[in-house]
């Protein structure tokens, strides 16, 4: 919901680990190498994002065309650079489509959420953890906020 990366490691140790070593006890000596050796991968953690302190203070945050994604002055107003401004029309079609699509996709995963609850008429109250659908229906709400932001960009 706030933009925070999720946090593999108590995910992996809490969540994954202990059952897995649960199931594969009776089968291996040393469970403790199921999580760790050359056969796993590393994570790597993403940078802060912008706050008071870090290196994070010291980057500035430049609004991009929508087209080509090239840095756009704050002197040029709208959301494409000048060489885009021609196929305007066909990128806020494009833009127009993504955010359709993500409506429909949260509309189905609102409504399962809801036949789930067992009421079609109230709001979904559900933080069910173990739910798959809750979490794509998270991730698809935080895309359809960024999708709007980016449809509200255009002069129209």
Not at 35 to 60: E, Y
Not at 90 to 119: P, V
Not at 123 to 150: G, H, M, W
């Amino acid at each position: 919901d706030n933009n925070l990366p999720i946090d593999v490691d108590y995910y992996l140790h809490n969540q994954l680990s202990k059952p897995l070593q649960r199931i594969f006890e009776p089968i291996i000596e040393n469970t403790d190498t199921l999580l760790s050796g050359d056969h796993t991968r590393t994570i790597c953690k993403p940078t802060p994002t912008a706050k008071k302190g870090g290196i994070m203070m010291f980057a500035v945050k430049t609004a991009q065309c929508l087209g080509c994604k090239t840095p756009i002055s704050d002197k040029e107003h709208g959301s494409l650079c000048p060489r885009c401004r021609s196929r305007e029309a066909e990128i806020y079609m494009q833009k127009s489509a993504h955010l359709s699509d993500l409506e429909q996709s949260f509309s189905r995963l609102w409504t399962e959420c809801q036949r789930c609850q067992g009421s079609m008429h109230h709001d979904v109250l559900c933080s069910n953890c173990d739910c798959p659908i809750f979490y794509k229906r998270k991730k698809v709400q935080k895309d359809l906020e960024d999708a709007q932001a980016t449809v509200d960009r255009f002069d129209w």
